[in-house]
């Protein structure tokens, strides 16, 4: 079945490192996956995304990279800023489903001024 | 424009009361999911509308739960008989069609309700 192993659960990093979460899935008919993020007691936006047609991504301090043969992903974030503290979820399309996302147990990632 | 909006933002009930929560997507959204957040876990899939077709209910735990969408509008999430584990956050998104070219258009989320079964 579909599945999204996320890692880790909790990150915690100085002001101005990098940050590193990685995904790996199980479901190789998956060609889509977003990141969200979740700041408190917020609701859930999107950062960025990647399609299987493509092997990275990058948006200013973002970027996710793709490896299809060994089924992960990943969300870099770079120079981090205090702001940047919130809940991380990666996600899959199930099965190549145009509309159905399976979603990782998220990553708390907290960045010390 | 105005973004996904969800009532109530907040709602406690007694074990075995049924409940409504309301999402209203997106104008022109054509696509409305539900999905379950419990605390320290990822969004679960709840319930799919696109358009006119069928729904993807596959997501709803149990036969407690039931979702409409009227007018290809507005959606009720509709929990019946509610028990402590109903607790948690429900959250709905909208997104326009994916297609075969684009699956999986960026979904939108509301605010969420947080629903407290005590």
């Known amino acids: 079945g579909e599945n999204v192993e996320q890692h880790p659960s909790t990150l915690s990093v100085q002001e101005g490192d990098s940050a590193v979460i990685k995904c790996t899935y199980s479901?190789?008919?998956?060609?889509?996956f977003p990141w969200y993020k979740q700041e408190l007691g917020k609701r859930p936006q999107l950062i960025i995304d990647?399609?299987?047609?493509?092997g990275e991504k990058k948006d200013q301090r973002i970027a996710v990279t793709l490896n299809k043969t060994a089924k992960h992903f990943s969300l870099h974030i770079t120079e981090t800023q205090p702001e940047d503290s919130a809940v991380y979820f990666c996600?899959?399309?199930?099965?190549?489903?145009?509309?159905?996302?399976?979603f990782g147990k998220g990553t708390l990632l907290t960045v010390n001024p | 424009g105005a973004g996904v909006s969800q009532s109530p933002s907040n709602k406690v009930t007694e074990k075995g009361k049924d409940v409504e929560l309301r999402c209203d997507p997106i104008?022109?959204?054509?696509?409305l999911y539900w999905y379950r957040q419990s605390l320290g876990q990822g969004l679960e899939f709840l319930i799919y509308?696109?358009?006119?077709?069928?729904?993807?209910k596959s997501g709803l735990p149990s036969d407690r739960f039931s979702a409409e969408r009227t007018g290809g509008s507005v959606s009720t999430l509709t929990i019946q008989r509610t028990q402590q584990e109903d607790s948690a956050v429900y959250l709905c998104?909208?997104?326009?069609?994916?297609?075969?070219?684009?699956?999986?258009?960026?979904?939108?989320f509301g605010p969420g309700t947080r629903l407290t079964v005590l």
């Open positions: 998104a909208s997104s326009r069609p994916g297609t075969s070219g684009r699956p999986v258009d960026t979904q939108y």
């Open positions: 104008s022109g959204h054509t696509a």
């Open positions: 509308f696109q358009g006119n077709s069928a729904p993807d």
């Open positions: 479901d190789s008919a998956s060609n889509y």
């Open positions: 996600a899959q399309n199930s099965g190549g489903s145009n509309y159905k996302l399976t």
């Open positions: 990647i399609r299987s047609n493509v």
